[in-house]
């Protein structure tokens, strides 16, 4: 079968894609690639692509602001290609914004998965999977999943449980190898005595971005012990570069550091990364493509971001994000704990404890647990999980945290619910605090009150349709939205449940049965949350 996978976003999510690209070729399938004109040559790093179809984004909105039929022809040219050249039996929309949805429609073939649209033009998911993935996307704290596992959720394209979880990205050709290690050594000719260690001090967004004096703290502290430290990053993050160099070289004797930033198309970034031995990051594309590359990272998650769904893919990575409550936070909201103009988790991990754990990841020894962590963070490590998915493990003794253990039971029942699983007899105590299980136990009791009444009144409905009922019915619909907010804890399954309920075309009987089943993650959500209680 021909199946074209389309992930038009960002570097970061479409270096993402190849764990579905290999599950799809491992199937055998022949595998093609849409993605924006502008990443295409990040696609060339990606294995199993049998056919790459770059799309002129950028182009097609200048030509729109010139003339819409000049936007048509090259829209049409550009999805002529794709059918005449490839012919997709089945497409795998990992991109849920309306163009993406138009685009994956266009392609002329009899399969599509992941996001669509309707023939009315509303949002048409064809899975629960795919639901989820754009809910958890808006609404930060609620995935415990990491992208990666959702995309091959999405596209089908899982292995069995016990099955390796490498990224596996192409490593670097020998001419990039080379580029490579010519940058690295045109500043410092002599190799480093311990190897180099990467620094990505950009990010998306500045309160995502940890700040530089503290990544200077961490290369002094580096190159201290033997290792050269390696900035990376694009040519408008230089000024970040040159502030990190004004600091070590003003606080005594210099520190010597290679500057790369601008100096690498992605190719030759890929070879830098593959020459050294960690990367020390905020939550970027470029550790993404590190751990495509099984370089370790060492990454640092602030403000919007989380480890758990944006993670490195890759074992035995570290994250650290804030011990803060209300760490991660929504997007487009401010910090309400703003002090000089700095968001407060910016300040939160501190320079001493980033240098720590990578001295001991480059020892390959990481001590830090329980009560002998640095404070001001969580710190995580990316294991395999038994389930086989990504999964974190707690170096800083947050492991029992009412935070963790929920995460834990919403990623043991959230995945049966949306695998389409059986959801009874689940033997996942929550283990929350009563502080914490209390308003949880009952908002869950109240939603589950509504959805049984919302049953009853649909089966009565489907018997007979009196307006009445039908109001009664609208009432109580929305009373189960209200019950799910009461606790915020509980944002996800508020979403699901307005997202899934107001589906186009639904009749009675699919009304019913979702009813059924969603009532049914609710009582076996309050069961392990009421079992688990801890005592005081």
């Known amino acids: 079968m021909n199946v074209l996978v389309m992930n038009m976003t960002r570097l970061g999510d479409l270096l993402q894609s190849q764990p579905t690209v290999a599950g799809l070729k491992a199937q055998g399938h022949r595998v093609a690639l849409a993605c924006l004109e502008n990443f295409a040559p990040a696609a060339t790093l990606m294995q199993g692509v049998d056919a790459l179809f770059p799309f002129p984004g950028a182009r097609l909105l200048a030509r729109l602001d010139q003339d819409w039929r000049l936007a048509l022809a090259a829209y049409r040219e550009a ?156 040519a408008g993050e230089k000024p970040l570069g040159q502030r990190l160099r004004d600091q070590l070289g003003t606080s005594g004797a210099s520190v010597p550091v290679i500057d790369l930033m601008g100096a690498t198309d992605l190719p030759t970034l890929a070879a830098v990364l593959s020459a050294c031995r960690l990367l020390v990051t905020n939550d970027t594309g470029t550790m993404h493509l ?103 493990a707690s170096l800083s003794g947050h492991e029992q945290d009412d935070r963790t253990r929920l995460i834990r039971l919403q990623r043991e029942l959230y995945r049966r619910y949306l695998d389409g699983n059986s959801l009874e007899g689940s033997a996942y105590p929550a283990g929350l605090s009563p502080e914490g299980a209390a308003p949880l136990s009952s908002a869950l009791g109240a939603a589950s009150e509504f959805l049984f009444l919302l049953e009853r009144q649909g089966q009565l409905l489907g018997r007979e349709p009196l307006k009445s009922v039908k109001g009664k019915f609208l009432a109580t619909w929305q009373r189960v939205q209200s019950a799910l907010g009461a606790d915020q804890r509980l944002t996800m399954l508020s979403s699901l449940w307005m997202f899934e309920s107001e589906r186009p075309g639904l009749d009675m009987p699919d009304i019913i049965s979702l009813i059924t089943r969603f009532r049914a993650l609710i009582d076996e959500l309050k069961k392990c949350v009421d079992a688990g209680t801890n005592p005081a």
Not at 221 to 231: C, D, E, F, M, R
Not at 330 to 340: E, I, K, L, S, Y
Request: proline share 7%; aromatic share 6%; net charge negative.
């Open 79 to 234: 999805t002529d290609r794709v059918r005449n050249e490839f012919a997709p039996d089945l497409v795998i929309n990992l991109t849920p914004s309306e163009p993406a949805r138009l685009l994956a429609m266009s392609l002329g073939a009899t399969e599509l998965r992941g996001f669509a649209l309707d023939d009315h033009g509303f949002n048409a998911d064809t899975s629960s999977w795919a639901a989820f993935l754009q809910l958890a996307s808006t609404t930060r704290g609620a995935s415990p999943f990491n992208i990666v596992d959702v995309f091959r959720r999405i596209a089908g394209a899982c292995g069995p449980a016990n099955q390796s979880l490498d990224f596996g990205l192409r490593g670097p050709t020998e001419s990039a190898r080379d580029e490579a290690l010519n940058l690295l050594r045109k500043e410092l000719p002599a190799a480093p005595a311990k190897g180099y260690v990467a620094l990505q001090l950009g990010a998306s967004e500045e309160r995502r971005r940890w700040p530089v004096a503290h990544f200077a703290q961490v290369a002094r502290g580096l190159s201290q012990a033997g290792h050269i430290p390696v900035l990376v990053g694009t």
């Open 290 to 392: 590190a751990a495509g590359l099984g370089v370790p990272c060492l990454a640092i998650f602030l403000a919007t971001a989380q480890p758990w769904d944006t993670g490195p893919y890759l074992p035995g990575s570290v994250c650290l994000e804030p011990d803060l409550p209300c760490h991660p936070c929504a997007f487009g909201r401010q910090c309400p704990h703003q002090d000089t103009g700095t968001e407060a988790c910016r300040k939160a991990i501190a320079a001493q404890t980033v240098l720590g754990l990578a001295l001991e990841q480059l020892r390959d020894v990481i001590t830090a647990t329980g009560s002998d962590a640095p404070g001001g963070a969580r710190i995580w490590r990316t294991v395999a999980g038994d389930d086989g998915l990504m999964d974190l």
